[in-house]
């Protein structure tokens, strides 16, 4: 028995179990598309079930950060009663809350501050959903709790393996699955696109139905093109920060490789979106970027000019191919009839207008929020804004509160981190300030991730000088 547990510990044992593990989720998708069956969908949920006890616990933190954008696979088709990801999220949660009851594990101070934090903001979010009870859905509010409780559960999860680069890798892998199918059945596989769309992606049947699909902003298995280019510019960030954590240790180049083709490949199905959020927050971390690795070279100057040269006469080559000439004409249309600052937000200033005036309006719901996913008397559009949606939703106790959970998971010594820790920041905020993030699994996944780096990085401050200290006394012993 011992000896067969350790033919599984071996590492390419294991990664040979992940991608077998990969390719049948992949086919069992695909497979229920085609057929109805829902065996396929039942075994896609058992993947993560399996994980929270087999291996012991070990392995369960990775198979949640690859599974995260990967909900809708495992939702049967008009089934009410949630996805069966959602269900083993929270029994997930309910056994890791347990161990450490059971077996009194105990906490570090940032894992009990931050657990102080979460309790205080689940308080004023019941107060939030008892003041406005006639307004709330139930299924709503419990699956948005679930997915918070992912957060705490993840970060003080004593069993399970926590290396940065693997959760990193599932993290991405999962995102890459949640594209590339959606995408061979939208784009190659046009005979099963409906089926496809109608099977996990029903709320886009009409916007794909326009035109005949031609004029189709690719959405991912997200469901929508800003929030699939939010998740991808997040796991391209998190995969550059990854790749150059450890200074004292530069990547390989087959790491820098593989790195840069799987960005790149992520890249295109962002374009195929057709955000403008996303050409201006990727233009943004491709400058600091480079300002970073070349700030000290002679050749910034003409590098930044070459970059910018190239950008230009990308779009001046993708603008004569009529198939891509529909995503660049989104770029770069703006339509100043209403202002144009009011055209580069795509109508954002309008909705936050509308929220804000109501929400002043009312100080009591301003005080205490209006419940989840209430939208205003004066507007049909969601939020936009991770501001606004918080004061909205819970008013603003709740978003002081939420503001200092978050912080707390993203604290780090910032005048002494490298510039890469700031890239999944700067995509936090950037899109914050455009969309509602507040419900999205994906974010509350790439906060953990953040964390763990963090976590990592000020455990090797704090053990480099304790090296140094055991050096200079080695070198003083061989005097």
Request: include cysteine; proline fraction near 3%.
């Amino acid at each position: 028995m011992k000896k067969s547990w350790l033919f599984f510990q071996k590492k390419h044992v294991l990664l040979f179990l992940a991608i077998l593990l990969i390719c049948l989720f992949s086919i069992s998708t695909i497979l229920y598309v085609l057929n109805r069956n829902p065996a396929f969908i039942v075994f896609n949920g058992l993947l993560p079930l399996a994980s929270i006890f087999l291996f012991k616990g070990k392995y369960r933190f990775y198979v949640f950060c690859f599974g995260i954008t990967l909900v809708k696979f495992m939702s049967l088709t008009n089934w009410s009663y949630g996805s069966f990801f959602t269900w083993n999220v929270a029994l997930y949660s309910v056994v890791v809350f347990l161990e450490i009851l059971v077996k009194r594990a105990p906490l570090s101070t940032s894992q009990k501050r931050l657990l102080t934090f979460f309790s205080v903001f689940l308080i004023c979010i019941f107060l939030a959903e008892l003041v406005n009870v006639e307004n709330i859905s139930l299924s709503k509010f419990a699956t948005s709790l679930v997915y918070w409780f992912l957060v705490p559960a993840m970060i003080i999860d004593c069993k399970s393996k926590k290396d940065l680069k693997t959760a990193v890798i599932a993290f991405s892998a999962g995102l890459f699955i949640s594209n590339i199918i959606p995408l061979i059945f939208l784009y190659f596989w046009k005979s099963q696109s409906v089926p496809f769309l109608s099977t996990y992606l029903p709320s886009v049947m009409d916007t794909f139905s326009i035109n005949g699909g031609s004029a189709f902003r690719f959405t991912g298995l997200l469901g929508d093109p800003n929030h699939n280019s939010c998740c991808i510019l997040l796991a391209s960030s998190l995969l550059l920060l990854s790749l150059f954590k450890d200074t004292s240790c530069p990547p390989t180049k087959k790491a820098i490789t593989a790195t840069s083709i799987t960005i790149l490949c992520f890249q295109v199905f962002a374009f195929l979106g057709g955000s403008k959020t996303y050409l201006l927050c990727l233009l943004l971390l491709l400058v600091i970027f480079l300002v970073v690795k070349f700030r000290k070279s002679e050749f910034f100057l003409p590098a930044l000019i070459c970059f910018f040269s190239l950008l230009i006469i990308v779009f001046i080559v993708s603008a004569s191919n009529p198939y891509l000439y529909i995503y660049i004409k989104r770029f770069i249309l703006i339509d100043t009839r209403m202002g144009l600052f009011h055209s580069l937000t795509t109508g954002r200033t309008s909705i936050y207008v509308s929220y804000i005036s109501e929400m002043l309006s009312d100080p009591f719901h301003l005080l205490f929020g209006h419940g989840i996913d209430v939208g205003a008397s004066t507007t049909v559009f969601d939020k936009h804004s991770v501001i606004v949606e918080l004061f909205w939703d819970f008013g603003v106790l709740a978003a002081f509160v939420y503001s200092l959970f978050i912080g707390n998971i993203l604290k780090f010594k910032y005048h002494k981190a490298p510039i890469y820790y700031f890239l999944p920041i700067l995509v936090f905020l950037f899109y914050g300030l455009t969309l509602h993030l507040v419900y999205k699994e994906y974010i509350l996944v790439g906060f953990v991730i953040c964390y763990l780096f963090n976590k990592n990085y000020q455990e090797k401050q704090s053990e480099a000088p304790c090296l140094n200290k055991n050096r200079i006394e080695n070198y003083e012993v061989s005097i």
